[in-house]
Antibody, heavy 121, light 107 residues
Framework: QLQESGPGLVKPSGTLSLTCAVS?????????WSWVRQRPGKGLEWIGQIGPSGSSNYNPSLRSRVTMSIDKSKKQISLNLSSVTAADTAIFYCARGRRAATGDPLFLDYWGQGTVVTVSS | DIQMTQSPSSLSASVGDRITITCRASQSISTYVNWYQHKPGKAPKLLLYAATNLEGGVPSRFSGSGSGTEFTLTISSLQREDFETYYC?????????FGQGTKLDIK
């Protein structure tokens, strides 16, 4: 239902561009879409999220380099991470965020399988 | 940023054991905590949301408790398929931070 794709290898100082194809979901006004990464030997790190109107929140640690976008007609979410270094090598996941009811805590209930990105020359 | 301190980082246990994993938040976050199970090479799986609510299809041996700053995930009787890595996550405020993870292995 969520499938990440993109180049598996990116050169240092380049831009990492990933796409998450969404199927079986309607892109409702109540869904937010997150990107999460796991660097080698590390835990999960939230990169940011984008909402139905295109509003976004980014992790301050990456904010200057991250851009997310949403294309409802193509049912895709995109992630761009610029000026990458070897430290950005990771498995990248997209995930759907929703709430059980308005005002309730948001949770990530569907995740893609992840895509491996290596930053190397 | 809200820090989520998860403990222990690793845990050895046997099939049938009852185990508890704890997450402490650096500030009060009501019940804005979720728990995930992660198997290598697989998509993380949501187990519990809003601290205590079991996601559909998740076995009832998983339970969660807590509010404010301290939260627990309990597995009442470990099954072989439970020996994976577990993460808490707060969604009280962005950035939505995860705990460091707890790797559960067979004793």
């Amino acid at each position: 239902q969520l499938q990440e794709s993109g180049p598996g290898l990116v050169k240092p100082s380049g831009t990492l561009s990933l796409t998450c194809a969404v199927s079986s979901f309607s892109f409702s006004s109540k869904e937010w879409w997150s990107w999460v990464r796991q660097r080698p030997g590390k835990g999960l790190e939230w990169i940011g999220q984008i909402g139905p109107s295109g509003s976004s929140n980014y992790n301050p640690s990456l904010r200057s380099r991250v851009t997310m976008s949403i294309d409802k007609s193509k049912k895709q979410i995109s992630l761009n991470l610029s000026s990458v270094t070897a430290a950005d090598t990771a498995i990248f996941y997209c995930a759907r965020g929703r709430r059980a009811a308005t005002g309730d805590p948001l949770f990530l209930d569907y995740w893609g399988q992840g895509t491996v990105v290596t930053v190397s020359s | 940023d809200i820090q989520m301190t998860q403990s222990p980082s690793s845990l050895s246990a046997s099939v049938g054991d009852r185990i508890t994993i704890t997450c402490r938040a650096s500030q009060s976050i009501s019940t804005y905590v979720n728990w995930y199970q992660h198997k290598p090479g697989k998509a993380p799986k949501l187990l519990l949301y809003a601290a205590t609510n079991l996601e559909g299809g998740v076995p009832s041996r998983f339970s969660g408790s807590g509010s404010g700053t301290e939260f627990t995930l309990t597995i009442s009787s470990l099954q072989r398929e439970d020996f994976e890595t577990y993460y808490c996550q707060q969604t009280f405020s962005t950035p939505y931070t995860f705990g460091q993870g707890t790797k559960l292995d067979i004793k």
